[in-house]
Each structure stands twice: as structure tokens, then as C-alpha cells.
């Protein structure tokens, strides 16, 4: 836990979590068992909206990684499509707009 989110409240603690999760503030306002008007209260104080941007900051640092592994690692396609104009892959010799490409 960071020194910003020690200075919060379990309920506060526990609605940043929720929106940072995704949770709306009605939502995030009754599972931490407070007024939804609350959390717009809270949202205003300095040490609140620290502590959120901090977390929303390391999830989007996490997502972001997450991202660029699976980009690194995505199959690449093994040969490009073929061209309307081009030679049909299926030896005919016509184009393959001709033969082949009115069943794909």
C-alpha cells in the first residue's frame, strides 16, 4: 500500500477499488456502504483522488505491457490475401475475381 492510500478509510479504500475495477459510483457507493454523493465528495479531496489516479496509473502500466506482449506474440499471417486482379491460387489461370472469389 502506498503512504496516499494508508491516509483513507476501509470504505474509501474499498470504492477505489471498485472503481477502479470498473464499478460505477452508485455501484462502487453501495458495496462500500456509504451515500453515492459520497464518493463525488470524496473525488474532490486531494488525498482520494491521488490514491485513484495512482492506482488507475499502475493498471494502465499493466494493461499497457500486457498489450505489447500480446502484440509481440500475435501468429503473422502466413502468406498475403489475394488480389481481385491476380492470378486464382487455385491454378485456372483466370483472375480470381472470375473464379474463385465469388464462393469466399
Not at 472503481?19 to 453501495?30: D, F, I, K, V
Not at 492506482?55 to 500475435?74: G, H, M, P
Amino acid at each position: 500500500m502506498s503512504p496516499t492510500t494508508q491516509l483513507l478509510t476501509a470504505a474509501q479504500q474499498r470504492a477505489i477499488t471498485l472503481l477502479c475495477a470498473g464499478a460505477t459510483a452508485t455501484a462502487a457507493a453501495r458495496a462500500a456502504g456509504v451515500h453515492r454523493n459520497t464518493i463525488g465528495n470524496w473525488m474532490r479531496s486531494p488525498a482520494f483522488r491521488d490514491a485513484f489516479l495512482e492506482i488507475r496509473r499502475a493498471q494502465d502500466l499493466i494493461w499497457r505491457e500486457q498489450t505489447q506482449s500480446a502484440l509481440r506474440t500475435a501468429p503473422r499471417p502466413s502468406s498475403p490475401k489475394t488480389g481481385r486482379n491476380q492470378p486464382c491460387p487455385c491454378g485456372s489461370g483466370r483472375k480470381f475475381k472470375r473464379c474463385c472469389m465469388p464462393r469466399h
